[in-house]
């Protein structure tokens, strides 16, 4: 493990997961001065689940298991807020506070990532990719992009995190997911909900499909249906 020190952490309400974007929005003084001093150092800061206190205006408290996120893009806006687009690293993990106002700042841990698969998982990773490409195959049908052939990771981690970063569930579950230490294990506990996500998504692709079919649906709509 690596250590990181004096990270400035963001506590939020969201999971950010390794290799997923996230779009921000910077309005608070503190973050954009936090913003400022990223684009002025290395571009990094910590996305951490809020464990108590206030994502908005008020103190608070992150996970102990967080992400590192690096900024990909910043948009000013002209009240001087800004709309960043941030990318997913190593997951982390707290050792020590260092403050808490006016935002979070700690020594972190930069966890290892443990590939290793038990025998027999490898027909567990294949179930997984292919699910998993099934479901984005699905959700771009919803949206009118049938045909486009999604990019999966073959990589177990990889694997795993991106399930993770496309499962609809609560944030206890993501949280939980995060925190586990292996590949396996985040399957273990992910490919279940992965199962009734895609067959969501076959029931929403077909109501589409038969109603593109009725033409009641333009066939170049991008809005997406709505699982609620």
């Not at 707290?94 to 025998?119: F, G, H, M, Q, T």
Request: overall charge negative; some cysteine.
């Amino acid at each position: 493990m690596r250590m990181r020190e004096n990270l400035p952490i963001m506590p939020l309400n969201t999971v950010l997961f390794p290799g997923a974007p996230t779009t921000l929005y910077i309005h608070e003084e503190r973050y954009r001065d936090m913003l400022a001093e990223c684009l002025a150092g290395d571009g990094f800061f910590g996305v951490a689940l809020l464990r108590a206190g206030k994502e908005v205006g008020g103190p608070a408290i992150p996970h102990q298991i967080g992400t590192v996120a690096s900024i990909a893009d910043v948009t000013r806006l002209p009240d001087g807020s800004s709309m960043v687009l941030a990318q997913g690293g190593p997951r982390f993990r707290i050792d020590s506070i260092l403050s808490a106002k006016p935002i979070v700042r700690a020594d972190v841990e930069i966890l290892d990532e443990d590939a290793a698969l038990e025998p027999g998982d490898e027909a567990v990773l294949v179930q997984a990719r292919e699910q998993l490409k099934e479901l984005m195959r699905l959700v771009l049908a919803t949206m009118g992009a049938a045909g486009v052939e999604p990019d999966v990771p073959n990589d177990p981690v990889r694997l795993s995190f991106a399930i993770a970063a496309n499962l609809q569930t609560t944030l206890t579950v993501q949280q939980q997911i995060l925190e586990m230490g292996s590949a396996t294990s985040r399957l273990e506990i992910a490919l279940p909900i992965l199962s009734r996500e895609v067959g969501h998504y076959r029931v929403l692709a077909a109501a589409r499909d038969k109603l593109e079919r009725l033409g009641l649906v333009d066939e170049n709509d991008t809005v997406p249906f709505s699982r609620n």
